[in-house]
């Protein structure tokens, strides 16, 4: 377990809908990153917040959103959804203060999309 | 900029053979450098990482990572494979120049161990 919490686990809509994916890091850490995980394809980074704010970002569409709040969850907004939003979605967490700190994933939110 | 490069899709091994995944860099500067795996409809677990010092990193569940500044890259390996091991593995490194709050992820390679 690595510490970092990330509900719902699965998530069946529709297209031209919202969902809102939810992520606790780690005690303790700082920082949290978004990424997305599709069928035969890497990793992709949307964004990165560190207590609070927005601190590097990715391959992140005008679509989704992201925030971290001051309990230092996060939430993922992802609307107007497409097909081709069906996907993993992961939030991992770190400490933040040290350049050697490694992540801790959640185990992802499988979102699909009708 | 930053990358990382897994230049095998996937790596079919025997179990109790050897087993190495590679993974090459391309940074400005030093590499920190980490190995992740993920199981199927799991979250990615963190093996080991290099920051600095001994070549060779040993990390979890018997692996191993060498740094080869000269070769630019990041081996991860295990002496003897185990059925269990299959799984994706991500090579990843960290920015350390302009936002070291970016980590730059491989494409994975999947690893299979046979009986």
């Known amino acids: 377990d690595s510490g970092v919490t990330q509900t719902p686990k699965h998530l069946i809509t529709a297209t031209g809908q919202r969902v809102t994916l939810r992520c606790s890091p780690r005690?303790?850490?700082?920082?949290v990153y978004w990424y997305q995980q599709s069928l035969d394809q890497g990793l992709q980074f949307l964004i990165q917040?560190?207590?609070?704010?927005?601190?590097a970002k990715g391959n992140i569409l005008e679509r989704f959103s992201a925030q971290q709040f001051p309990d230092l969850h996060s939430e993922l907004n992802l609307s107007s959804l497409e097909l081709g939003d069906s996907a993993l979605y992961f939030c991992?967490?770190?400490?933040?203060?040290?350049?050697?700190?490694?992540?801790?994933f959640g185990e992802g939110s499988r979102l699909t999309v009708l | 900029a930053q990358s990382v490069a897994q230049p095998e899709d996937q790596v079919n091994v025997a179990e109790g053979n050897p087993l190495t995944v590679k993974c090459t860099y391309s940074?400005?500067?030093?590499?920190?450098l980490f190995w992740y795996v993920q199981y199927p409809n799991r979250g990615l677990q963190f093996l080991l990482k290099?920051?600095?010092?001994?070549?060779l990193v040993k990390g979890s569940y018997g692996f191993e990572a060498e740094f080869n500044k000269s070769q630019t890259s990041f081996h991860l390996k295990k002496p003897s494979a185990l059925v269990s091991d299959s799984a994706l593995y991500f090579c990843?490194?960290?920015?350390?120049?302009?936002?070291?709050?970016?980590?730059?992820f491989g494409s994975g390679t999947k690893l299979n161990v046979k009986p």
């Open positions: 990843a490194v960290r920015d350390i120049g302009g936002n070291f709050n970016k980590f730059y």
């Open positions: 940074v400005s500067g030093n590499p920190y």
């Open positions: 991992a967490s770190s400490v933040g203060s040290s350049r050697a700190g490694e992540l801790f």
């Open positions: 005690s303790g850490d700082l920082s």
């Open positions: 290099y920051i600095t010092g001994d070549n």
């Open positions: 917040y560190y207590n609070g704010e927005e601190r």
